[in-house]
């Protein structure tokens, strides 16, 4: 630009100075001839014919020194933003001013819909820097629609009385005058237009300005189009890093711990989950090997994991049982899985893992239970519902205790004790089990067991009365598979009444537990009851005499009773109810 201004000056200079030389030569040649009167009339018309052709190369250098003016401000208007609604706005003001046109208009090329490609005016401004409304931006769209068209731009001076737009509508409604009119293009490609006018005054836009506008045009579309990437740039970046906040969210909120590597194993990522798993943190985690962060269960997988690199398929289901340091033993379970990009090439491998040491624990605790408790009760249970305090209910209570067992337990070695026990109390809770009834507890040799709770039994007592009788019977198939050294026998004893039954306890610690005076009654007649004899109160009888071949035995004196205690020695069941 320095250069440009330079060379106009230069050719200023030289007017001036061939100027000065006219005058000098006119005032020697009248010097030299002061009586030639018509010599100083023909040096007046040459001096002047000379004037006029400097002023207007004159005029055409100021016209040029404008225009290089303000190309110079247009691209430092257009330069100064990437913003584009601003630089939008800074390049219609611009042209506004150089133009000395009332109002503008700056038009870019949408494309898709159903239509197609469109002209979506972006900016429209008058010559007071003020954005225009709806109703002040009717135009003329068909020499809008010309220009976008053809490519080339479009002057008229007077559009009223110009014949190419004297029969248009448009222009007359509106009074248009004078109308400028040039395309955007970049590399050739035509992006918009940009379209001035004046409503007031004709003959405001010439050659000139049409040229300065198209130079303007050019330098203003390339600045648009770099606005509109960076816009388009600038939301993409957006996109993505709200897509990469939002996987990384999904990703740390994953129950399942997940690790990834790439083909030499080295991790790449893991989330909280594994975090937690594994008892490292991410940082020791990512960019180290595998075999160093999966050292405590390395071994166990280390097979799979080149199973999968060789058949790059996964393997799921892979469950292990590591020491974990600061953890103790879990139970893990793994899928193992190639790491594949979006065009499937293998590019290491993934591993999740869940952990289920809790799971096994419950559900250890669960087959606990199960052997407490009667499947079938289990299934009418509702955890929500069960709440610390007991409820007052009628039960029917069992317990059984093995007979002789003090002195058994003298000659025998601890572990074959509790081993030849449990084969006892095994074949026990199996009987009471088998009629739904619920194990309270085992009490060293004997069991505590109820009917009638938690689910309500109709035939509470005589599932009681069934479940000793099979007692007897499972004992009696028990000496057929032991030493005669290890037959032992049970007692049995059931009492039927009021019990409160609930959970005793803490949150923490529960116990689903039956008590009152008729749990007591149910122990002493048990106390009283020889080896393979089923004892019963008189209330139970009451509720089963018609099913059941009993023998009156002595009433009992029981502990902390005061009355003596009527008891029927149960035989058997009657034939009709043998199947229970």
């Known amino acids: 630009m320095a250069e440009n201004n330079t060379i106009i000056t230069q050719e200023l200079n030289q007017q001036v100075a061939l100027l000065s030389e006219m005058i000098e030569q006119a005032r020697q040649e009248m010097l030299a001839n002061p009586n030639d009167r018509y ?55 611009q042209i506004i001013r150089l133009t000395g ?40 769209q068909s020499v809008v629609l010309r220009v976008f068209k053809d490519g080339q731009p479009l002057l008229t001076t007077n559009a009223q009385e110009d014949p190419r737009f004297g029969s248009q509508e448009s222009i007359i409604a509106l009074s248009i005058r004078s109308i400028l ?15 001035v006018d004046s409503r007031l005054k004709t003959g405001i836009f010439t050659d000139a300005k049409r040229n300065l506008l198209q130079a ?23 996109e993505v890093t709200d897509l990469k906040n939002l996987m990384a969210n999904v990703f740390s909120s994953i129950a399942s711990g997940v690790i990834t590597s790439n083909i030499q194993d080295t991790i790449l990522l893991c989330n909280q989950a594994a975090e937690k798993i594994l008892g490292q943190t991410q940082s020791e985690m990512v960019g180290s090997q595998l075999d160093q962060v999966l050292t405590p269960l390395f071994n166990d997988i280390a097979a799979q ?17 590591p020491t974990i340091p600061g953890r103790g033993t879990l139970t893990l379970s793994l899928n193992l899985a ?19 040491t809790e799971k096994r624990r419950l559900e250890g605790q669960k087959r606990l239970f199960e052997r407490m408790v009667s499947p079938k009760v289990i299934e009418q249970l509702n955890p929500d519902k069960l709440q610390l305090g007991g409820v007052r209910t009628q039960i029917t209570t069992l317990f059984a205790d093995v007979r002789g067992y003090t002195s058994f337990s003298e000659g025998l070695d601890p572990v074959q004790l509790v081993a030849v026990l449990n084969l ?60 005669p050294q290890f037959h032992l026998q049970f007692g049995v004893g059931i009492h039927f009444g009021d019990a409160v039954l609930g959970l005793v306890g803490t949150e923490t610690r529960l116990d689903y537990t039956a008590i009152g005076d008729s749990v007591n009654t149910a122990k002493r007649i048990q106390e009283n009851a020889a080896g393979g004899q089923v004892l019963i109160s008189e209330d139970v009888y009451q509720k089963v005499a018609d099913k059941v071949s009993v023998k009156i035995v002595n009433p009992i004196r029981a502990k902390g009773k005061a009355q003596l205690i009527t008891v029927y020695d149960v035989l058997d069941l009657n034939t009709q109810d043998t199947a229970g």
């Open 39 to 93: 010599r100083g009339p023909i040096l007046i018309s040459q001096l002047a014919s000379n004037m006029n052709r400097l002023r207007k190369q004159v005029e055409r250098l100021e016209n040029d020194h404008i225009t290089l003016m303000g190309l110079i401000e247009i691209g430092q208007a257009v330069n100064s933003s990437l913003e584009l609604a601003d630089l939008l706005r800074i390049v219609m003001d």
């Open 101 to 140: 046109a009332e109002r503008g208009f700056l038009m870019l090329r949408e494309t898709g819909g159903k239509q197609g490609d469109k002209l979506v005016t972006k900016v429209a401004r008058n010559w007071e820097k003020e954005s225009l409304g709806s109703t002040e931006s009717a135009i003329s």
């Open 181 to 195: 009119c040039v395309p955007l293009k970049v590399k050739e490609v035509i992006t918009g237009v940009v379209y």
């Open 216 to 238: 303007f045009a050019n330098q203003a579309a390339v600045a648009i189009e770099n606005a509109r990437l960076f816009e388009s740039l600038r939301t993409t970046l957006v």
């Open 305 to 321: 994991l080149e199973t999968v690199r060789q058949t790059d398929r996964q393997l799921i289901g892979l469950e292990v049982n």
């Open 338 to 356: 190639p790491l594949k990009d979006a065009s499937a090439t293998t590019q290491g491998l993934a591993i999740v893992m869940d952990d289920l």
């Open 424 to 483: 006892y109390l095994k074949a026990a809770a199996e009987a009471v089990l088998a009629e739904d009834g619920t194990i309270d507890k085992f009490l060293g040799d004997a069991i505590m067991a109820w009917f009638n709770a938690p689910i309500p039994q109709a035939d509470h007592s005589l599932r009681a009365v069934r479940a000793g009788l099979a007692i007897s019977k499972s004992i009696k198939k028990l000496h057929a598979s032991l030493p």
